[in-house]
Every structure is written in structure tokens, then in C-alpha cells.
């Protein structure tokens, strides 16, 4: 007899909801990996979030130092604040020796926030000894050098001030009240040594710092500039009260040899046109050598004795514009060839403008120049 007892078989899903099983499942493994990879690279992400408030720190800080610097023009224009030694963001009443020439940011001096770092510590500063503001040493221009140096993966020399990110305690470091002022605590190695050499280098189990090392050509566009301004309103004085203006010295640093362009002249006795020039409330401008940086150039119309500068002919051109009395120059830091005091044209400054007297280019964005020309009149 044939068999007729029935055996059930689950059907096939349709094809459909096989394809809806399987896109479930990819799904699945997609958010568990994205799980997994957003743990794994949420350090990352957190690590570059530090570096940037590191960075905007530093640079802030590297602003504020040069906004002081080129704000001191009653007193020496260039000079820096001594580092905080106290942990109250005011600079020390003085620093005159290694231990007290470095610190941290002085940011209630400078006028600033209490700027920190990507891990919250404040800033630390070392300067050098010939821009501390107490006790001061003159004289202080942009000849003056700086005594600090950095080596390592971004060595310098000739540095002015350097601000450190100090970033987490490493091991051995206990940043406790009674370490709180101690130097070894915060940075490491050749940076804590109290010397006027420091490092920078990669990132390790034993090195954090991040530093940025403050030289020159950072440094002395905004001071140089800073200082032309105070003399042009000087010479406009000057002007008014002569009707004339007076000559340069041709970079002649014994005495003057009266020219149309070369230096400001610091006495204008030796120049045979009565008393001196930089004299009070220009005193500190003489004092720390200023007339040996900035080149100035006069119109032969308006020179002592001058007869028609408020006429026309025989005036200077600036980018095309024409009529010009008078101009200085701040010529930057010296490029290659340069000498400093300068000794010529060549020296202070770049084609076109060391030979076109008595036109001029102002175009501090070129390449091949770093000369700002400042109009002094009209």
C-alpha cells in the first residue's frame, strides 16, 4: 500500500525578505565597527584638539610679547617683561640673572587672559637678558641681538623670547603648591636647566614641551614701525616750527655729514642747524641708538635751508604718488650681504628702493624685500 502520510517543509522565504536579512546584518556589523573605530580614535581627536589650543596659546602669547615690546615707546621701545616667578601673571620687579629669566607668561602685565595650554597649564617664558625691561641694558634697537638659543628638530639662534607649552606632568614631574614655581616640574630636559639654551623635540614618554622661540625677523617689524611713527610725528613738529626739515646724516655715525637720505641725524649741532634733534621727549630714542636703524630720506625742496617745500618740484614719489616731503624707512631684519649699523644704501635696504632715490616702493609682501615705508608728509 502506498505511503500517503505527508511530511511538512518549512517553505523559502521569499527572496525579498532574504535580502532584507541580509542588509540587517551588514548593518549590524557596519555600527560595530563604527563603534570600534570611533572608540579607537577618540584619543586622536581629543589629542588634536589639544595641539590646536596649544598652538592658539602659543601664538597669542607671541602677539601679546610683541604688542608690549612695540608699545614701549616712553621708556625703551623693544624691551620685554620680566617672567612671572610667583604664579600671580605679573612680571618680577626684576631679573637679572638665569634662574630669574625664565618663568611663566606674565599675562596680567601683558594685559592678556590666562592663556593655557591643551592640558590647562599655564604658560611658561624665558627671555633674553638684553630685552628684559629690569634691569634694563642699553643700548636696545634692531641691532641688538638676541642671547637665547634652540636646538633640536627646529634649532634657532639669535633668539629674543621663547614661550613654552608645558603640557601633562611626565614622570617624575609633581606640580604640587610646593613645586608650583619650580621649573623641573613643568619642562623638561635642556629647558629646565636655567641656562640660555633650550630644545625642542618630538613628543615622548619623557618630553612634552611645545615652544616657540621669538626672533627677530618676528620681532622687529612692529617695533621698528612703531618707532618710525613717533619720529614722524617728531618731524612734522619739527616742520612746523622751521618750515623745513631736516637734512639726513649720511651714515656717517661719528658725526654728520649732511645728505638728502642716509640716517636721521641724532644732533643736528654737528650738521651745522642748531640744537639737537633727538633730545627730549626723544631722549631714549638717542639713548638707545634708533637714529642707526631707520633710514630717512628728505626732499631737496624741503631741506634747511628750504625755500619752496610748500611749492612745487623736487619732492619724492611713493608707489606713484607724488609730492612727498619726507619718508623713513624701517628696513627689517639684515638679509644676506647686509651689514648692521648700515654703512649704504645696500645695506639698510632692497631694490629698488636702495638705488631710486628719490622714489620709493612700499611692498613689505614682496620676496625679495622687507622694507615698510612710512610717509612722514604730507
Not at 618731524?235 to 637720505?261: D, G, K
Not at 633710514?295 to 604718488?321: D, E, I, R, S
Request: glycine residues 8%; proline residues 8%; contains cysteine.
Amino acid at each position: 500500500m502506498r505511503n500517503t502520510t505527508a511530511y511538512w517543509r518549512s517553505p523559502k522565504p521569499p527572496r525579498t525578505q532574504r535580502g532584507l536579512a541580509l542588509l540587517s546584518i551588514v548593518v549590524l556589523v557596519a555600527l560595530a565597527l563604527g563603534a570600534s573605530l570611533f572608540t579607537l580614535m577618540r584619543p586622536v581627536s581629543v589629542t588634536r584638539q589639544q595641539q590646536a589650543q596649544t598652538e592658539r596659546a602659543l601664538a597669542l602669547a607671541k602677539e601679546a610679547l610683541i604688542a608690549y615690546a612695540a608699545g614701549r615707546l616712553a621708556n625703551r621701545p623693544g624691551e620685554l617683561p620680566c617672567p612671572d616667578v610667583t604664579n600671580n601673571g605679573q612680571a618680577g620687579t626684576s631679573c637679572n640673572t638665569a634662574a630669574t629669566q625664565i618663568g611663566r607668561l606674565p599675562t596680567f602685565t601683558l594685559g592678556i587672559p590666562d592663556l593655557r595650554d591643551g592640558a590647562g597649564e599655564k604658560l611658561w617664558y624665558a627671555v633674553s637678558n638684553n630685552f628684559k625691561n629690569n634691569t634694563a641694558v642699553t643700548p636696545l634697537n634692531s641691532h641688538t641681538p638676541g642671547q637665547l638659543t634652540v636646538t633640536g628638530i627646529a634649532p634657532a639662534n639669535n633668539v629674543i623670547a621663547i614661550v613654552f607649552a608645558p603640557g601633562s606632568a611626565i614622570t617624575g614631574q609633581i606640580r604640587s603648591a610646593a613645586n608650583i614655581n619650580a621649573v623641573a616640574h613643568y619642562l623638561e630636559g635642556e629647558n629646565a636647566n636655567l641656562n640660555t639654551t633650550f630644545t625642542a623635540a618630538a613628543a615622548s614618554a619623557t618630553f612634552n614641551d611645545r615652544l616657540l622661540a621669538i626672533t627677530p625677523d618676528l620681532f622687529f617689524p612692529a617695533v621698528e614701525m612703531s618707532v618710525a611713527r613717533q619720529l614722524r610725528e617728531f618731524l612734522n613738529i619739527y616742520y612746523v616750527a622751521n618750515n623745513h626739515f631736516p637734512p639726513a646724516n649720511a651714515y656717517n655715525l661719528a658725526t654728520c655729514v649732511p645728505a638728502n637720505e642716509g640716517f636721521l641725524p641724532q644732533d643736528l649741532a654737528t650738521c651745522g642747524i642748531g640744537g639737537p634733534m633727538l633730545a627730549p621727549p626723544l631722549s631714549h630714542l638717542a639713548a638707545n641708538q634708533w637714529f642707526r636703524v631707520l633710514y630717512y630720506a628728505v626732499a631737496p625742496a624741503c631741506v634747511a635751508p628750504a625755500l619752496n617745500c610748500g611749492g612745487a618740484g623736487g619732492f619724492l614719489t611713493v608707489n606713484g604718488t607724488t609730492g612727498v616731503r619726507a619718508v623713513l624707512i624701517s628696513p627689517g631684519a639684515a638679509l644676506a650681504g647686509q651689514a648692521r649699523p648700515c654703512t649704504s644704501n645696500a645695506d639698510c635696504l632692497e631694490p629698488p628702493n636702495s638705488s631710486a632715490y628719490p622714489s620709493f616702493v612700499h611692498n613689505p609682501g614682496a620676496s625679495t624685500t622687507n622694507d615698510r615705508v612710512l610717509i612722514v608728509s604730507p
